[in-house]
Each structure stands twice: as C-alpha cells, then as structure tokens.
C-alpha cells in the first residue's frame, strides 16, 4: 500500500489540474474533489436547491404583491373618481324620443356616468378583496380584514343605492336600483372627508404601501445570483445553513 500514491495534489497535478486551483477547461480542483470525498459536497447541492426552490416561492410572493400594488392603487383612483362633487351634480342631458327620434335636452343627474363610476368601484374593490385573500402577507390580510369590515358598516347605506356584499365579501351592483337611489344618499357615501369612499381611499392607500414593503422585503431575503463557483470556492452558503 506504501507504493500507492495517496498525495492528491500531486494526481490532479499530472492530470492538468493545478493544485487547488480550478482546471482551465475542466472546471474541476482538489477543493472540489476533497468536497466530495467529505460528503461536504452532497450537502452544499441539498442546500443549492434548497435556496432554488426559495428563490422560486419568493419570486411568486413578490408577483402577488405587486399585483395587491397595483390592485389597491386602482380602487384608490376608482373612489377618488366617486369622490369627484361634480359626478352628482345635475347636468344638461340630451334624451332622445324613441318614437319620434327627437333630441330634447333636460336638466337631470348623469346616471351614466354615475353607473359606469359606481360598477369600476366595485370591480376594482371585488379584485382587491381577492388579492388579499390570497395573499400571505400579514399586513396585506390585515388591512383586507379592516376593508371588508368597514364596507359591512355601511352595508345599509351601500344596499340603498344597489350595492350588496356578497358571501365572498364582495360587491354586486344592481343598475336598475342604483339608477332609481336617492342623490343624497349616494352623496353621502361617496362625498367629502370621512365618507365610505374617503375612508377606502386611505385603506387603499396603506395597502399600497404595505404591498411595496412587502415585495422590497422579499427581495432581500435572497440572492437570486447563487452560482457552482459561490458553492465550492467561498463555501458561504454551507457556513449560512449548517
């Protein structure tokens, strides 16, 4: 056994290998070859895609919040609209006679306009609603709890005009009713500080910004740029898990 040549260097040596530097073409060293005689190798792989497999639930982490992002900063805009004194305000309407084809222009409320506002709230809402139950953000599912929470206090008021909230704690719109509410109420729902749609607006906003922490705070919790030379040469990630 004394005539068995057990100096590593000297073997990797006469096969083109320098030393514990890595072979030029061959992408292999003693420091890798003593990885594997030790096991330690086996164990930085587990942790390699262990970390692949990390790097994979916080990209899709991220997607989620960044859609919560942009999902709250939709109805933002949708209750700001709803906000906006002059959407209830009475305007010159053109009707048209369906018999005749005539155009007569009448002073009323336009509840078109008022519709179309009132269904993109709602739309917008329902998608957040949806987000955040998705979502596994504490802040997220928090501040979605306090959302759906002040939409039940009004329920009353919101039923008024047409708007129910439904089992899944979304929001149904009915036109024929919406289009026959009282403008007072609906001003009251949607007009001013402390209204329901003002309250939504800052609800919103937090969400928001919770969503931007979140993504910001997922993003560091990895580096995405983990490569064989990381692994083998500095050993960090070997030092982090075991």
Aim: charged letters at 30%; aromatic letters at 8%; glycine letters at 6%.
């Amino acid at each position: 056994m004394s005539s068995v040549n057990t100096n590593y260097t000297d073997i990797f040596s006469s096969m083109g290998f320098g030393g514990t530097q890595q072979a030029d073409n061959a992408g292999f060293s003693l420091t890798d070859y003593m990885s594997i005689k030790s096991g330690t190798y086996g164990k930085l792989l587990k942790a390699y895609y262990k970390k692949q497999d990390a790097d994979a639930t916080d990209e899709t982490e991220k997607k989620q919040l960044s859609m919560m992002k942009n999902s709250a900063d939709t109805l933002r805009n949708a209750a700001l609209d709803l906000m906006d004194e002059d959407l209830f305000e009475k305007k010159k309407i053109k009707v048209k006679d369906e018999k005749t084809g005539e155009e007569t222009e009448k002073e009323d409320y336009d509840w078109e306009a008022i519709t179309k506002a009132v269904k993109a709230f709602a739309d917008s809402y329902n998608s957040v609603i949806g987000s955040a139950g998705e979502s596994d953000s504490n802040s997220v599912l928090r501040i979605g709890a306090w959302l759906t929470s002040l939409t039940e206090t009004n329920s009353k008021l919101l039923a008024k005009v047409g708007i129910t909230i439904g089992s899944d704690n979304k929001l149904k719109v009915d036109e024929d009713v919406l289009k026959k509410a009282d403008i007072s109420t609906l001003k009251t729902l949607f007009q001013g500080i402390n209204s329901y749609a003002d309250k939504v607006v800052r609800k919103a906003s937090q969400l928001a910004t919770a969503a931007t922490k979140g993504v910001n705070k997922s993003g560091s919790a990895y580096n995405s740029k983990a490569d064989y030379n990381q692994l083998s040469s500095s050993g960090y990630l070997y030092d982090q898990t075991f």
